[in-house]
Structures are given as structure tokens and as C-alpha cells.
């Protein structure tokens, strides 16, 4: 069977709980606020994972359904929120997924809306809206800074990988190249009302580091004897120059999109 870059995360769905960011909760009540979120509104999470970002909006007192095709995600989340009657999910791609007779008050989808169908994914978080509903896109991102590590990091990528970003988690927002902001504008069911953002950092250890990358799409489709050279090079720059320690600043973007 193919393994699908977009569907590899299940293969280490216990770690990427471990080591994989919340969304800052300064974002998440901007974005409760912008979208005119009340307790007990309804929330439709796109690519919920392991309930990453589902978590927030469940602690707040709204209702979550969950769409993911990823057993192993699902199994994850599932545990997390066993027996709380605000989290529902369905196990299915969203693009083969209906909504039936239910409308959502908020669409969200936290690192994951890029691993949607871009022919069909805007008319389909629409028609499973409620008028005056909201769309909002969330990426953590990392910055890459000019820093010896990174320099060091920059060679290992380079001598170990062809044409791969040298970083964590959150190098990718689109994967047409394009910004979230111009599909946004290019979709006819949405218009982009704000852009909230809060930057954070994170200090790892090499063993964390190498954990959070092992999470990643596009590390994880490297081969066996492949990752594991990068990652002796990663845990060498990261030992030698950073004292087995690596600070990575990141930044939350949520794009928030009103249904027209
Ligand atoms: C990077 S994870 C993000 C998980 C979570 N939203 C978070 O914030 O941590 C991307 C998720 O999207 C899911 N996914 C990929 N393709 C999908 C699709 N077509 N429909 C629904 N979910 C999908 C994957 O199984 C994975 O759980």
C-alpha cells in the first residue's frame, strides 16, 4: 500500500500528542471573540488529529465534532475525551464526509487544512455552516533564524535530504504555494475579516527535538537509514553548538473567514 504524506501521522500518533504545540489561548479567545463564539457553540474540526486544537474549544464549553481518517489519531482523541458528551468523531476524509442535516457555527482546522482537497474544500466547510458562520485556519509556524545551529542544521539538511525544509513542524501553510489569505480570497464563499497572531518559542533538548521532527509528513516518508543520518547530524549540531539545546521561536497564525 502507498503511504500518503498526508496520512503518515498516524504511525506515531502517541508521540505527536506528546510533542506537538497547542494553539496559544490569547489566539483562541481572539478568535472566539471575532467569530462571536457563545458556550455551547458548535465547532467542526477539520483534521482534529489527536483533538490538538479540539481540546481549547471543548475547555471553553463548546461542542466539537472531529473529522479525521486516521484511526490512529482517532484513537487518541477518542481516549481523550471518553465519556465527554461535547466531542463527537467521525472517521472519514473530509471530502467524503456530509454534514446531513447539521450546521456548524465555526469550521476549524489547526496544521491540517493544507492536506485538504483544494478543489473541494472551501464549498465544503460552507455547506456545513449555519448563515454568519465562521472559517479559521490555524498554523503554528517555526521561524527559521540566523543562528550557528541553524547554519549547521541547514548542512545536515542539505547533505542528508533533497529539497527539504530544515526545520520543525509548521514549514508548510499551502501546497500550491500559495499564502492561506489569497485561497482564502480566491474562495467565493469567504472573506477574510482578520488575521490573529501571537508569537511564542519553545527551548528542546536533542532527544525532544528529534521526537517533534519524527511527527513530521515529510521526515517520516524519508527512509529508514535515510532519517536516521539526518538525525545524527541534527543531534551533532544540536550537541555541539547548542549545548544539547535548541530554541525554536514560532509563530500562531489564525486566519478567520466570515461565510458571505
Ligand atoms: C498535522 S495533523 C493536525 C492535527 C490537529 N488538527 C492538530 O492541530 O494537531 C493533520 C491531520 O489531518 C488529517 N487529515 C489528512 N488528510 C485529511 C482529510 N482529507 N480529511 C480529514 N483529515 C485529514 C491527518 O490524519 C492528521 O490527523
Request: with cysteine.
Amino acid at each position: 500500500m502507498t503511504r500518503r504524506q498526508r496520512t503518515v501521522f498516524g504511525e506515531v500518533a502517541e508521540t505527536y500528542d506528546e510533542v506537538r504545540a497547542s494553539y496559544p489561548d490569547s489566539v483562541i479567545d481572539n478568535v472566539a471573540v471575532l467569530t462571536a463564539l457563545e458556550s455551547g457553540s458548535s465547532v467542526l474540526d477539520v483534521g482534529c488529529g489527536t483533538g490538538i486544537l479540539a481540546e481549547p474549544f471543548i475547555s471553553r464549553g463548546h461542542k466539537v465534532l472531529g473529522i479525521d481518517p486516521s484511526s490512529g489519531m482517532a484513537r487518541i482523541a477518542r481516549r481523550k475525551f471518553a465519556g465527554n458528551p461535547n466531542f463527537r468523531l467521525h472517521l472519514v476524509d473530509f471530502q467524503t464526509w456530509s454534514p446531513g442535516s447539521d450546521r456548524f457555527d465555526l469550521v476549524v482546522a489547526g496544521q491540517s487544512w493544507h492536506w485538504m482537497d483544494p478543489d473541494t474544500r472551501f464549498h465544503s466547510a460552507a455547506s456545513a455552516l449555519r448563515d454568519n458562520g465562521h472559517l479559521v485556519l490555524f498554523w503554528n509556524t517555526a521561524n527559521q533564524m540566523e543562528t550557528p545551529i541553524r547554519a549547521a542544521l541547514d548542512t545536515a539538511y542539505a547533505e542528508h535530504t533533497t529539497d527539504m525544509p530544515a526545520g520543525p513542524p509548521g514549514s508548510k501553510t499551502g501546497l500550491n504555494g500559495r499564502e492561506p489569505h489569497e485561497e482564502i480570497a480566491e474562495a467565493d464563499r469567504f472573506e477574510l475579516l482578520d488575521v490573529v497572531e501571537e508569537a511564542w518559542s519553545a527551548t528542546y533538548a536533542t532527544d525532544a527535538y528529534l521526537r517533534l521532527l519524527g511527527t513530521q509528513s515529510d521526515h517520516r516518508l524519508l527512509d529508514d537509514s535515510r532519517r536516521s543520518a539526518l538525525f545524527d547530524a541534527i543531534a551533532d549540531a544540536i550537541d555541539d553548538i547548542g549545548g544539547g539545546h535548541i530554541n525554536v521561536q514560532y509563530i500562531c497564525r489564525a486566519f478567520v473567514a466570515k461565510l458571505t
